[in-house]
């Protein structure tokens, strides 16, 4: 399943298990970025009831971006956030509203390590997902 949003903070599970924000601040095109817009409905719909795959419109991204960094991140995680060019893929098993870093399980995608060789394997992720249970700070 896929959704485009305007906030993030609405954001529910539904009967999915995990929900997949892609986070972005600017919409400014990379090869990284064009990879991610050609893959995340295919990717979405791969998910199938499993999980939501998730963005902000276009003139949302940066108050999406500042919702996700209001969370209490650790100070490194914060700093990598706020640093980073290129978006990346925040992944829980919660609400949005409800999700705290310090105490609920989430894992983060940093796309810009893809800088090399920006052919992104949405499917890959999921699968990796899949398979991975005890995740706390990691998938």
Same mark, same amino acid.
């Given at each position: 399943?896929?959704?485009?949003?305007?906030?993030?903070?609405?954001?529910?599970?539904?009967?999915?298990?995990?929900?997949?924000?892609?986070?972005?601040? &600017?919409?400014?095109?990379?090869?990284?970025?064009?990879?991610?817009?050609?893959?995340?409905? +295919?990717?979405?719909?791969?998910?199938?009831?499993?999980?939501?795959?998730?963005?902000?419109?276009?003139?949302?991204?940066?108050?999406?971006?500042?919702?996700?960094?209001?969370?209490?991140? +650790? +100070?490194?995680?914060?700093?990598?956030?706020?640093?980073?060019?290129?978006?990346?893929?925040?992944?829980?098993?919660?609400?949005?509203?409800?999700?705290?870093? &310090?105490?609920?399980?989430?894992?983060?995608?940093?796309?810009?390590?893809?800088?090399? &060789?920006?052919?992104?394997?949405?499917?890959?992720?999921?699968?990796?997902?899949?398979?991975?249970?005890?995740?706390?700070?990691?998938?």
């Amino acid at each position: 399943m896929t959704a485009v949003v305007s906030t993030f903070l609405d954001v529910d599970l539904g009967k999915g298990r995990y929900l997949f924000f892609l986070v972005a601040w &600017t919409d400014y095109q990379s090869q990284i970025k064009q990879e991610l817009d050609k893959n995340w409905l +295919p990717f979405g719909a791969d998910l199938g009831v499993d999980g939501t795959a998730i963005r902000a419109y276009d003139q949302a991204i940066n108050s999406t971006m500042d919702e996700v960094d209001m969370k209490p991140w +650790p +100070p490194k995680v914060l700093d990598q956030m706020q640093r980073e060019q290129d978006p990346y893929m925040l992944i829980i098993d919660r609400p949005f509203g409800q999700f705290d870093p &310090t105490e609920h399980r989430w894992n983060i995608i940093w796309f810009s390590r893809f800088q090399e &060789t920006p052919r992104i394997d949405l499917q890959a992720f999921r699968l990796s997902c899949e398979k991975s249970e005890g995740w706390r700070g990691h998938f």
